[in-house]
């Protein structure tokens, strides 16, 4: 796809999201099944069935994907589609490329081991090698809209209200 057709694709889009700015929302979902004696939730994906589970460094035995990687894995996902779109976009040709996302994590807030040890990431490391013919400004303002657009990345940097909400058969709340 080049920078017309994206433009010829998105623009009846972009004018339907002006004209109904609630058009534009749309709601995602994603369910997990807790079937079984394990120690594992599964997950249908658009294209597979993972099946999460313990990290090896809390008792799982790395069969399972863990839920940590899968967050990684989707900000990798989302930040390399979206800067191929924003690469298409502005014209730029890029021919190959890494995106890799990292982070380390403190296993013993996650065990209750040390209550002043953090649960969960401390500090995303987003990484984007890009080969590309474009010169180092039009590179940098690639990854500026990228980050700019990335919806996994921003939901990141930004993190929405989020609620938990417990349901049983014969619960009446939804507490």
Do not use: N, W
């Not at 989302?78 to 730029?92: D, E, F, I, K, N």
């Not at 990431?121 to 990484?127: D, M, P, Q, S």
Request: net charge negative; glycine share 10%.
């Amino acid at each position: 796809m080049d920078a017309a057709e994206l433009r010829e694709v998105q623009a009846p889009l972009k004018e339907h999201y002006r004209e109904d700015p609630q058009g534009a929302v749309v709601t995602l979902e994603a369910t997990g099944e807790l079937d079984g004696d394990g120690l594992t939730c599964s997950v249908q994906t658009g294209q597979a069935l993972v099946e999460a589970g313990l990290h090896p460094a809390t008792g799982g035995d790395g069969s399972a994907v863990c839920s940590g990687d899968l967050l990684l894995d989707a900000l990798v996902a989302c930040a390399g589609v979206t800067l191929r779109a924003v690469a298409t976009a502005l014209g730029v040709t890029v021919r190959a490329g890494q995106v890799r996302a990292e982070d380390d994590i403190d296993f013993r807030g996650t065990l209750g081991v040390d209550r002043d040890a953090p649960v969960g990431f401390r500090a995303i490391r987003l990484t984007i090698d890009v080969d590309s013919d474009a010169d180092p400004v039009t590179l940098d303002k690639v990854v500026e809209l990228t980050e700019r657009y990335c919806v996994i990345y921003q939901t990141l940097a930004h993190p929405p209200e989020l609620t938990v909400a417990a349901m049983s058969p014969g619960r009446t709340d939804a507490s």
